[in-house]
């Protein structure tokens, strides 16, 4: 040792601690507890300073939060259904980008409540935060009513991808279709990571809280960026491609009671709306057969469904426990087991890892880790067939909406799709009558002379 | 804007037929029984599903905001399980994370090789940044009495690497530990570090108490 050719008090005291810490471990101490190697000393002339923690911040802008929620969604919904003004929606994501995005730093956010609701119904000990539940209740009741007004502009992450949309171009059918699907995986795996209180990966991969924050790891903030020029181009592509609560939203907005309507008035197909959506979610009309035609296409769809859904269940369900099996190590008790049996085997990779270095030092109970992994890999399997199986009905049901789209008589927005972005109303002619704007009028149908 | 009249001859003839029929004289298709019942039929079915869709609603939050929930909590790290890992530094989502070093002098030796402080193979026991532990010199050495030095942590600049509480804690007394500083904690809903954290060392305490303090002479604020 070095030290030892050093011949000063401070290299001898040196080599002691050292070799009374050697001792101290080779006898399996515990090191750490604040065992009082050497006696505090007792000054006469001077006073040993007491600890000084760093106050907390106030806790009280959590239901500031709720309130601007809902305030937001009453102006979104306002302003997409009532005063159908593009300008409006495009302060309100303003603000809401300001607000929820740059202030609060993208967190307290309904994108991640979904986890926190995941968690708070699979383990009844987790109390989920009020303001959460509100976060998570909100736009969904919103959405049943007046469709998806949280995305149109009150989202922080729809905002920030809406509003530098400067060039859309068309995403083809069949990839916007199968890109589609991608929420539905996210959101499958999030809760099943969720409900174990494995990770949390919405928010491990949100790709926009880096900018919020101005600060992240550097994949964070590259694909956050990255995803940000896309959306120059490629409307809202988080939204349509990746975002998990946007699956729940549009799944409640198919059955909202209002919904923007691409005219104000009746449509007369005049064909002017039709490139005007940047997310792919404007309709065409699709006329309905009728008669004998339309009960036969009735019966093909049922039978089409009727083999799609038990069959894409169980595929999906069996897939979804093999998911959820190979998921366990995510889960800070799994992977603490896997590397004990790793390092039982010997098949342990070269350095140490940290979680079995804590685990031998705060006294290892090999059985009750393992009974733990036992419990939670059940439970991982099990969720994992039941999310699997969720996710082969949405499947079943997508292909059965693509062999026999919903039939519609005028251009529409989307039911499940359409983000209340106020877009397309500018492009129908009676809305610019609407707005005092002079154009002659199309005259198919006769109903507007 | 062009003239929308002037688009009215781009439609395809199929489309013409087809969309005629519904748009004739009265408001809405006139068209078959059929397609009149099946309107409604649909529009029971949405409005159903909607009813279900609020009351579900209503009950899972009902069922969750019911639940027995103690005070509100905060995130802090047990110092009793904490290995000085590293992870407190990096994982955080903030910069700079909020786990800082807190120093209980109570507990402290006031040594004067103080092992928290010291490089494992100091040129010199002084305050030369090559002899000291911390990456960032954020910790001040105050010379007291003969042979005690009296140490303190520069809140500011700490990044929460842990390396000196490692040291502290291998020979000396353990006085130097982390703790989640509360001026700068976000209270994420689930704690990022603790995700990463080898030893699960992260806790939720409640929010009086937000501190979890090691030794004699301590007083959180």
């Known amino acids: 040792m070095k030290s030892m050719v050093l011949i000063s008090p401070f290299a001898r005291s040196c080599v002691f601690l050292i070799a009374l810490a050697a001792l101290a471990l ?4 515990q090191p750490a507890l604040g065992i009082e190697r050497f006696p505090p000393p007792d000054f006469s002339g001077h006073a040993v300073p007491e600890t000084v923690v760093p106050a907390p911040q106030s806790r009280s802008a959590g239901w500031f ?56 119904i699979a383990n009844p000990d987790y109390a989920v935060p009020l303001t959460v539940i509100a976060f998570f209740t909100l736009p969904l009741v919103v959405a049943l009513i007046w469709g998806r007004a949280f995305c149109s502009g009150v989202c922080p ?41 494995s990770l949390f990966i919405f928010c491990k991969f949100d790709p926009f809280v880096g900018i919020f924050r101005m600060a992240g790891p550097r994949w964070m903030l590259v694909t956050g960026v990255g995803l940000l020029a896309l959306s120059m181009f490629v409307g809202r592509p988080y939204c349509r491609y990746l975002c998990p609560y946007g699956v729940l939203l549009g799944l409640a907005s198919r059955f909202a009671k209002w919904r923007p309507t691409v005219t104000p008035d009746a449509c007369t197909q005049c064909r002017l709306c039709e490139n005007s959506c940047p997310f792919g979610a404007l309709n065409v009309p699709m006329p309905a057969q009728q008669g004998q035609e339309r009960i036969a296409r009735g019966r093909r769809r049922i039978v089409l469904l009727a083999l799609l859904v038990p069959l894409a269940a169980l595929l999906f369900g069996w897939l979804g426990g093999k998911v959820g099996i190979a998921s366990l190590p995510l889960h800070p008790d799994g992977r603490l087991a896997a590397l004990v049996l790793m390092q039982e085997r010997g ?11 804590a685990f031998r030092q705060l006294g290892a109970d090999r059985q009750s880790v393992f009974l733990k992994a036992g419990a939670l890999e059940t439970r991982f399997f099990t969720l994992g067939c039941w999310l699997g199986a969720a996710f082969g009905l949405v499947i079943a049901l997508k292909l059965g909406r693509i062999f026999f789209p919903e039939s519609s008589v005028d251009y529409a927005t989307d039911s499940g799709r359409c983000v209340s972005c106020t877009r397309c109303f500018s492009a129908c002619p009676y809305e610019l009558v609407r707005r005092g704007v002079p154009v002659s009028l199309p005259q198919e149908g006769g109903r507007h002379d | 804007m062009t003239d929308p009249s002037a688009n009215r001859e781009r439609r395809h003839p199929a489309e013409h037929s087809a969309v005629n029929e519904p748009h004739a004289p009265g408001r809405f298709p006139s068209g078959s029984p059929d397609s009149g019942l099946s309107l409604t039929r649909r529009e029971l079915l949405k409005s159903g599903t909607r009813g279900l869709g609020l009351l579900g609603f209503g009950a899972a939050t009902g069922f969750l905001a019911g639940r027995d929930r103690k005070a509100d909590t905060l995130w802090q790290i047990n110092p009793d399980r904490c290995i000085q890992c590293g992870r407190c530094a990096t994982a955080c989502v903030l910069e700079v ?11 402290c030796g006031y040594c004067k090789l103080c092992t928290g402080y010291f490089e494992p193979e100091p040129i010199n026991l002084d305050e030369g940044a090559e002899n000291q532990l911390c990456p960032t010199g954020a910790i001040k050495r105050e010379f007291i009495e003969d042979p005690y030095y009296e140490y303190s942590i520069i809140n500011e600049l ?31 809903n689930i704690c990022a570090i603790s995700l990463e954290c080898p030893a699960q060392a992260f806790v939720q305490v409640p929010v009086g108490q937000p501190y979890l303090l090691r030794g004699k002479g301590t007083a959180g604020k």
């Not at chain 1, 080779?26 to 101490?29: D, H, I, P, S």
Request: net charge positive; hydrophobic share 50%; glycine share 12%.
């Open chain 2, 158 to 188: 700490c990044i929460g690497c842990g390396k000196c509480v490692k040291g502290c804690n291998m020979f000396g007394n353990g006085s130097l530990y982390l703790q989640i500083n509360h001026d700068r904690c976000v209270n994420c």
């Open chain 2, 97 to 107: 994370s909020a786990v800082k070093c807190t120093h209980s002098h109570g507990m």
């Open chain 1, 65 to 120: 939060d709720v309130a601007a929620l809902a305030a937001g969604l009453a102006a979104a919904a306002w302003l997409s259904l009532r005063s159908r003004s593009r300008r409006g929606i495009v302060i309100l994501s303003l603000v809401a980008l300001a607000y929820f995005g740059f202030w609060r730093r993208g967190c307290v956010c309904a994108i991640g409540s979904v986890q926190n609701i995941a968690l708070g």
């Open chain 1, 347 to 357: 098949v342990l990779p070269a350095p140490v890892p940290e979680e079995l270095t």
């Open chain 1, 157 to 197: 992450h729809g905002a920030i991808q809406d509003l530098v949309l400067v060039k859309p171009v068309k995403v083809p059918g069949w990839l916007d279709e199968i890109l589609r699907v991608v929420p539905w995986i996210h959101l499958m795996l999030g809760v099943l990571l969720a409900a174990t209180g």
């Open chain 1, 26 to 29: 080779l006898a399996g101490m």
